[in-house]
């Protein structure tokens, strides 16, 4: 896809992957539509972008606020090309034992249903008009278990299983699904974990993350048809030879 002049909605766009997103897909001459719930900060980082960026607050666990989204998306720039999922939480870092389980299904309510709702908003417009891609954060998370991290773990599975269904579903409507694993990255989640100290990821260095904006142009690249490949599947940005494609160093 040459993504000059398509457009890209990315949740979870007020930092960390979701804001160098937005940075790279301007600057390769996207619209992009800047969805968070913090306003302020996606206020400021389209004032940064220019007139080929919105902000539009929203909280991506409720339905009708991500439908609202989506519509002002298309109101402002006449479509929707690309569907990034990105907005996720990880805390309560806890023993399942000892969670909370209103705090538990907050992770679920945003890492699952807010990547369903973000995909239901979506498709009904990228399929009317022949298709669209839709990229979700995933994490090797989806299939290794990690103390502490029960609802991340479980909610990062059910992500995956989104993009599998949609491929299954809709490939041949037009609709390109993929996940993307992008391994540590140097955000404001490693800073939490950390500071858990529980289980060997929060016992990296911070030199061991990769910038947020590798995952940001990876991001960029799967848009294109070299990433065909993977549709309904997984990119993992530990691999070596995904970092080549992309041109990563």
């Not at 061991?208 to 993992?236: I, N």
């Amino acid at each position: 896809m040459d993504i000059q002049g398509k457009t890209v909605l990315i949740t979870g766009a007020s930092r960390g992957i979701g804001a160098a997103a937005a940075r790279v897909f301007a600057e390769a001459g996207a619209n992009v539509a800047l969805v968070a719930r913090s306003e302020e900060a996606i206020a400021d980082l389209t004032a940064e972008l220019g007139p080929k960026a919105i902000a539009i607050p929203c909280d991506v666990s409720r339905y009708w606020e991500v439908e609202k989204a989506v519509e002002a998306c298309v109101q402002a720039f006449g479509g929707l090309d690309v569907l990034i999922n990105n907005a996720g939480l990880l805390e309560p870092i806890e023993h399942l034992s000892n969670a909370s389980p209103d705090a538990w299904g907050h992770v679920i309510d945003v890492n699952i249903k807010g990547v369903f709702n973000g995909m239901r908003a979506a498709m009904p417009v990228m399929i009317a008009a022949g298709g669209g891609t839709i990229l979700t954060i995933g994490s090797g998370a989806a299939s290794n278990p990690y103390e502490g991290w029960s609802a991340y773990c479980a909610s990062k599975a059910g992500a995956l299983m989104l993009t599998r269904s949609i491929d299954a579903e809709a490939r041949e409507q037009g609709i390109r699904a993929i996940s993307l694993s992008p391994g540590t990255v140097a955000t404001q989640m490693q800073r939490d974990i950390k500071a858990s100290g529980i289980n060997p990821v929060s016992q990296l260095d911070w030199e061991d993350h990769v910038p947020p904006e590798w995952p940001a142009k990876t991001l960029l690249w799967m848009c294109s048809s070299d990433a065909d490949e993977w549709c309904g599947g997984e990119v993992s940005l530990r691999s070596e030879s995904i970092r080549r494609k992309v041109s990563l160093t």
